[in-house]
């Protein structure tokens, strides 16, 4: 068995039935598993009522920041779930990175995610970083709220960053996307049923077509450049594929990459999955190329 499969049958192997609190812990315990490499400096910060944390290597740039919008559902996920993820997709950037503990339903559904992500995002700015020195990144359902995040700073009149990275995105919530059940057998992490719940968590009555919740309804004109990387083998491969359709459409930049073989996330196991280590290196180096790019004056 190699350790792809290892890595899946661990997964498929979690207790299927939790509630949201075993959720939330379970989620949280990856920070335990993976823990950071010794050399990331981690900052406690509040960014306008919002917690939020810095990490940086020694390889980071000060003057440019990825925004990271961490994945679960909206219901799960934290700043320490995620903490060895951003922490290396900043060193792979070579950009400081400042990750938010955006608020989460059901205690507090649509929108008060994203306007933590505004509150974030308006942060940055007033911390003197200028918007092409700023990439937005995430995964799942963060790199969802991304999208929203771009779309809602242009309703606001406010700048674009430099870019987006979306990894796995979460962009269409009415669940209809024919790559549930394509895949229902290769994805080990995510189904229909568990998006459905989770989206029910968000929304509320809402209408599952709420554009800053499910951007592939969203009007997508202006927004940054997006860089999608999803798995041939998840669940949410529609999602990618038709967030990529609607951004081109709009006339948005737009680069999306599918990973043989790859299921929700998989960076997330970057320290046990050769692939994760390259997604996370080629992800890096794509978000210090926007950033140049913009800088630059040539994106």
Not at 2 to 21: C, D, G, H, K
Not at 73 to 87: A, D, N
Request: net charge negative; with cysteine; glycine share 8%.
């Amino acid at each position: 068995m190699n350790e792809l499969e290892r890595l899946e049958a661990m997964l498929r192997a979690r207790p299927a039935s939790l509630s949201i609190e075993q959720r939330r812990v379970a989620s949280d315990a990856l920070g335990d598993l993976f823990p950071l490499a010794v050399d990331v400096r981690v900052e406690q910060v509040g960014a306008y009522g919002v917690p939020a944390e810095w990490t940086s290597t020694p390889v980071a740039s000060t003057s440019e920041v990825i925004l990271y919008l961490h994945g679960g559902g909206y219901v799960w996920g934290s700043l320490k779930s995620h903490r060895h993820l951003v922490s290396e997709l900043g060193r792979a950037a070579t950009m400081r990175t400042l990750a938010l503990d955006y608020r989460r339903a059901p205690e507090f559904p649509f929108p008060q995610a994203l306007e933590d992500a505004v509150s974030g995002y308006r942060f940055l700015l007033d911390s003197g970083f200028k918007p092409r020195q700023i990439a937005v990144a995430g995964d799942s359902a963060g790199a969802g709220l991304a999208v929203a995040l771009l779309v809602r700073l242009k309703e606001l009149g406010m700048q674009q960053p430099a870019c987006a990275f979306l990894l796995s995105p979460w962009a269409d919530m009415t669940a209809t996307a024919d790559s549930y059940s394509r895949n229902a057998k290769q994805d080990p992490v995510l189904n229909r049923e568990i998006i459905q719940f989770v989206a029910e968590q968000y929304l509320e009555r809402r209408s599952r077509e709420t554009p800053l919740a499910s951007p592939v309804f969203a009007d997508l004109s202006g927004i940054a450049p997006l860089t999608i990387f999803v798995g041939a083998t998840e669940a949410l491969l529609d999602d990618a594929v038709a967030l990529t359709r609607a951004a081109g459409l709009a006339d948005v930049s737009v680069r999306l990459e599918i990973w043989p073989k790859m299921f929700h996330v998989w960076a997330t196991y970057h320290q046990v999955l050769a692939q994760g280590r390259q997604g996370v290196a080629r992800a890096g180096r794509l978000l210090r190329e926007a950033v140049e790019a913009a800088s630059s004056g040539e994106g």
